[in-house]
């Protein structure tokens, strides 16, 4: 079998073909495309929700951004408070700007803002 090797679009469109249009069980679509059942109902689930087989296009980068509203929230409650602890500020992050980042992400973005202000303006 194939075992992680990425699968092109033409292929998935003709694995995803066979059952659709030619009544051919998903099992033996995949087998004679060389893929797993696994990426044949994926490859009709893309299609079914957004029209297409291909995968999505990955983005480069972290996976997280910071937006300077967070940033800056962040200063600001810190700022009032400054014997909040990351656990404490996850709920509010959440609250405020429906940021769905970790306590260890905060505390990214705590050392972020000290490189960017000093640690003597945040601590």
């Not at 495309?33 to 029209?51: I, K, N, Q």
Request: a positive charge.
């Amino acid at each position: 079998g194939r075992r992680g090797k990425p699968l092109g679009i033409d292929v998935l469109e003709r694995a995803v073909y066979l059952p659709e249009k030619l009544g051919v069980p998903v099992a033996k679509a995949a087998k004679l495309m060389d893929m797993s059942t696994a990426a044949l109902y994926e490859a009709r689930r893309r299609l079914r929700e957004t029209g297409s087989v291909a995968h999505a296009p990955r983005r480069a980068g972290p996976d997280v951004s910071y937006s300077d509203t967070i940033l800056l929230d962040v200063a600001r409650l810190v700022e009032a408070k400054p014997d909040l602890t990351a656990e404490q500020l996850v709920p509010i992050l959440f609250t405020r700007h429906g940021s769905k980042m970790s306590a260890r992400t905060v505390s990214r973005v705590f050392e972020l803002m000290k490189r960017m202000t000093g640690p003597a303006n945040f601590s």
